[in-house]
């Protein structure tokens, strides 16, 4: 099987690295292809203490002042704003929008009753949303478990969360599920485990020294493996329900998210390319491999040891196949340098059981913004294609970093969008089972990690002003001509980047 798995990796590895031309537009993309952006609750809604909600673990996150003193406490303030925004995702030319919903706001103790202000609300998105036709694509956990539940018995590291969890998703799809169709369980369940239980750099902040730092508490070694088996559980116990309870009726969908690198040997060696695929393993198949087989890889049970829970035969069968969809968030591309000397120490965490160095590609332009290489999305569509049996797959995310700001002509932005989507064409004909791609984000938003001090959306927003007023990007309007099945785009790209570049030239010698 590891002979299997490398000699995939070196097929999928000389994958042609280039798009299909300059001209492309909407026409070129399957009609049931779905193009979207997306945003989250924390991020986007505001209203952190309003009509009932009580905080998330990410409210208590960003109040401990990890993401540069900001928090999402008004956010872009779309909890009163929604109207607007669907406005402006109409006038885009948005065929759907990616969003979650808060837990605390629905069910602020966690459990139990439900509130009317939290219900009305996401209510009233949806309805807006498909009375315009956009079509909703909702996610119930994006790095937000009611911190009641974290104080009570210690969240996602313990068995009582795939109980409260499934019941939490239950009044979703039965209060939601006649206009959703698309439901994602957890947003980047993988990241969520190794930056919230591994490094402490995501909620819930949990982890032990050597491995993270300013964490008060934690156990880097066992509470990521602990953490992820009952986000499975969780997800297949959600996904058993809806079969069984909804799908018949509703006709519904429900997948999970996992964020994607495309990693890549650093040296051409042996001990790279093994190391490569131990990487793949490790952030992907920790999570899909039981989701298609209902076993954990092989490599991270021989690694991990006793740390790695293991399912009951029950389990396996229940967590095999719990899925229509993979959502896939992907934004670069990783070298990967083996680093087996890491297994040799007694004490180790999931970095160290991966017995890799990562190393990001980087843009040599700009030390702040993501290098643009389609070439990697498309090889991550092909890894699943050929170990997965080539899944429904919906690019959840995928954006470019700027500084917020900066300039509403987010040229790089552009590029990035153009080239993403072109590079998609080469992978649906090649075979891929894409189904959809939701650019990242649709307003500037409160970002995990840099607060206000970085930007992915379409559209800017004012916090200076009282209002929040938003205004369009050069890329809002890229997208719409797109959208709208304009040819061309591209080349108008490549100009507008000489033009701006020649008078950026011009200012400095002036």
Known sequence: MEFLHLVIFFIVLSIKRVGCGNQFSRDDFPPDFVFGSGSSAYQIEGA?????????????????????????????????????????????????????????????????PVNPKGLQYYNNLINELISHGIQPHV??????????????????????????????????????????????????ANVFVLGGYDLGFLPPQRCSLPFGINCSRGNSSSEPYIAAHHILLAHASAARLYKKKYKEKQHGYIGLNLFAYWFVPFRNT?????????????????????????????????????????????????????????????YNIMYVKDNSDSLKDEHRDVNADMAVQLIPMLDNSSTFEFPVAPWGLQGVLEYFKQLYGNPPIYIHENGQRMQRNSTLEDWPRVKSLSEYIEGLLPSLRNGSNVRGYFTWSFLDLFEMLDGYESGYGLYYVDLDDPDLSRYPKLSAKWYTQFLKGQRNISDRIIQLEKNLSAFATAQIFQ
């Open 270 to 330: 042996t001990e790279d390319a093994i190391a490569t695929e131990r990487a793949n393993e490790f952030y992907l198949g920790w999570f899909v491999n039981p989701l298609v087989s209902g076993e954990y890889p092989i490599s991270m049970k021989k690694n991990a040891g006793s740390r790695m829970p293991d399912f009951t035969n029950l389990e396996s069968m229940r967590v095999k196949g719990s899925f229509d969809f993979l959502g896939v968030n992907y």
């Open 48 to 112: 952190a203490a309003a009509d009932g909600r009580t905080p998330s673990i990410w409210d208590t996150f960003a109040h401990s002042g990890t993401s540069h003193g900001a928090n999402g406490d008004v956010a872009c303030d779309h909890y009163h704003k929604y109207k607007e925004d669907v406005q402006l995702m109409v006038d885009t030319g948005l065929e759907a929008y990616r969003f979650s919903i808060s837990w605390s706001r629905l069910i602020p103790n966690g459990r139990g």
């Open 139 to 188: 996610t119930l956990h994006h790095h937000d478990l009611p911190q009641v539940l974290e104080d009570e018995y210690g969240g996602w590291l313990n068995r009582k969360i795939v109980k409260d969890f499934t019941a939490y998703a239950d009044v979703c799809f039965k209060r939601f599920g006649d206009r959703v169709s698309y439901w994602t369980t957890l947003n980047e």
